[in-house]
């Protein structure tokens, strides 16, 4: 069965890097597109970005370019996002995942990653 | 401020029919992008109920169905059940953006 497991919580000091994990599993890896959602605290969802491990190309919203980096191994079947510059409003949840394309729905996600920035 | 516009909350009895809407613009639900509906229960990951054309992922039943007019797309529940209480996203395209986009968000309270 399909499943998208994501590494621990972490917590950062604000201008810290997080690098946070999708290892995939139960399908084609190359064959799918593995997007990022944010939920901060009590709030919505919002796209963060995606990444096609077929050849690694990413697309992000322009609030965010700049400051993520994502990436893929093939190797391990494990999708990256690293947040640079962290500062207090990055606090939030951080699901990954599954997608046909940048447009099409989202079918499977992970459980979800929670990122705390405090000093 | 989501580019795509949900009403915060709606509720309804049980058994009753609910519709959330999920208004957007040219650019996205406008210009012909798909668009997909997410369950969030309390405290756990999104989940895929309705995509596309009305497509629904094995397991969803037909008490969700969902329709699609101009810039705009509803999902409607008919025969609410205790167990529907949750919150519910859109999500579409969007071409000016070139990226996904979502909505607010709505919390449904079954009373």
């Known amino acids: 069965q399909v499943q998208l497991v994501q590494s621990g919580a972490e917590v950062k000091k604000p201008g810290a890097s997080v690098k946070v994990s999708c290892k995939a599993s139960?399908?084609?890896?190359?064959?799918?597109?593995i997007h990022w959602v944010r939920q901060a605290p009590g709030q919505g969802l919002e796209w963060k970005g995606m990444i096609n491990p077929s050849g690694g190309i990413t697309r992000f919203p322009q609030n965010f370019q700049g400051r993520v980096t994502m990436t893929s191994d093939t190797s391990t079947n494990t999708v990256y996002m690293e947040l640079s510059s962290l500062r207090s409003e990055d606090t939030a949840v951080y699901y990954c995942a599954r997608g046909q394309m940048i447009s099409g729905n989202l079918d499977y996600w992970g459980r979800g990653t929670l990122v705390t920035v405090s000093s | 401020q989501s580019v795509l516009t949900q009403p915060p909350s709606v509720s309804g009895a049980p058994g009753q029919t609910v519709t959330i809407s999920c208004t957007g613009s040219s650019s996205n639900i406008g210009a012909g992008y798909d668009v997909h509906w997410y369950q969030q229960l309390p405290g756990t990951a999104p989940k895929l109920l309705v995509y596309?054309?009305?497509y629904r992922p094995s397991g969803v039943p037909d008490r969700f169905s969902v329709s699609k007019s101009g810039t705009s797309a509803s999902l409607a529940i008919t025969g609410l059940q205790a167990e529907d209480e949750a919150d519910y996203y859109c999500q579409s395209y969007d071409s000016s953006l070139s990226g996904s986009v979502f909505g607010g968000g709505t919390k449904l309270t079954v009373l």
């Open positions: 596309g054309h009305n």
């Open positions: 139960g399908y084609t890896f190359t064959s799918y597109y």
